[in-house]
């Protein structure tokens, strides 16, 4: 006698989903969680807010322009392949991607951390560096809530290892008696302030546009954009100082060799003057001889100081062309608003606070689900 298929057969469990009610009903149970915390966020953020620092940003974009006209076939044969060209250079220029590299260097950071600025407290300008570690900068109070909770084991462990000796070497960053370099040596504070720095300053290449973007920020209006036009001439000279490097080697060479040659037809001239002046009366072969002689010499040595003058023009001009320009497409300006919103800040922790209330209802509804599904889980498995 067959069975009925129908009543055999066991019924297969319908797959489970998310009830949308019950998480309605279950948060709705919980709004007294909710309300609690997300009202302890609010307070948070409104001290978060309240005591946060102003900051202020610059941005400043600029556009290099480079000699293209010996790559431009190359270029446009590569942009027909599919491959960016527009901001290769050739080997006597700079490439822009290396732009940031040069903002984020450790000898570009030092002068821009040691450059005088205004700030609205100091009478008269003083650089970031000092002004960090002077009285005018004070900790706020979340920075004071940070240093003694999230960073007091750095400042216990700082208080037992005490203060390290710093590392002096004479002449430090420069050259000896051979003319070597020495290694730059950073002062531990400085290296603490070198991180600041960084993330003060930074640059962005567009290479499919072809221009960069400067951006500062800082904590004053006037001190952030006069900082942004000391970062923006430092780049402009150290792209300048690598793009004529060669040519003004060239040129001191050639002064220097303008100059010997130069003094060296000066004394060919008064003596040629000497010369004629004690033979104008007298006519014997020795004495007409050795006017010819020191003629000779005098028209060869103009002849030399004439050429050096003209390579020495040519190579003025020739540094001149090779001086990299910048056209500045928009330039520093002073702020007028900051940049972080307490505003912002105050809604940030609100929604944080509505969604850690949240986790915390939805948790306390799910927790035991999941605590039976992996009972059950273990259970089957035995």
Not at 114 to 130: L, R
Not at 137 to 165: C, D, F, H, N, Q
Not at 277 to 295: C, E, L, P
Request: net charge positive.
């Amino acid at each position: 006698m067959n069975s009925n298929p129908a009543t055999t057969n066991a019924p297969e469990p319908e797959e489970e989903g998310i009830d949308i009610m019950a998480l309605v009903r279950s948060l709705w149970e919980g709004r007294k969680t909710i309300i609690i915390c997300t009202a302890v966020f609010i307070v948070l953020g409104l001290v978060a807010a309240l005591t946060m620092k102003r900051t202020y940003s610059v941005s400043t974009v600029m556009v290099p322009q480079l000699s293209s006209s010996k790559n431009s076939s190359l270029s446009s044969l590569a942009s027909l392949a599919g491959f960016d060209m527009g901001m290769a250079s050739s080997g006597a220029e700079l490439s822009p991607l290396i732009y940031p590299q040069i903002v984020s260097s450790v000898p570009f950071r030092l002068e821009l951390m040691h450059t005088p600025v205004h700030f609205e407290k100091c009478d008269t300008m003083i650089s970031v560096y000092d002004y960090a570690h002077s009285d005018y900068a004070k900790l706020s109070v979340m920075g004071v809530i940070k240093k003694y909770t999230i960073g007091l084991p750095g400042v216990i462990i700082g208080a037992i290892r005490g203060k390290e000796p710093e590392v002096v070497l004479p002449g430090a960053g420069g050259t000896d008696s051979t003319g070597a370099p020495k290694p730059l040596v950073v002062s531990r504070d400085e290296f603490k302030m070198l991180t600041s720095i960084s993330k003060m300053v930074s640059l962005a290449v567009d290479k499919k546009e072809g221009y960069v973007t400067l951006n500062v920020t800082g904590s004053e209006p006037m001190q952030t954009a006069e900082l942004a036009m000391k970062a923006q001439q430092m780049l402009q000279d150290e792209v300048t100082r690598f793009r004529v490097e060669k040519s003004q080697s060239e040129l001191d060479y050639i002064q220097a060799r303008y100059n010997e040659v130069k003094e060296e037809n000066e004394r060919y001239q008064v003596m040629l003057a000497s010369a004629t002046d004690r033979t104008q009366n007298i006519a014997t072969s020795s004495a007409r001889i050795g006017k010819d002689r020191i003629q000779a010499k005098y028209n060869i040595s103009n002849a030399v100081f004439t050429e050096m003058a003209k390579q020495l023009e040519q190579t003025k001009m020739q540094v001149k062309k090779d001086t990299p320009v910048f056209t500045i497409i928009e330039p520093v300006s002073i702020p007028m608003k900051p940049s972080n919103s307490r505003a912002r800040t105050l809604i940030v922790w609100t929604f944080l606070g509505i969604v850690l209330g949240c986790g915390i209802v939805l948790g306390k509804y799910y927790w035991p689900q999941l605590k039976e599904k992996f009972k059950k889980a273990e259970d089957s498995k035995q």
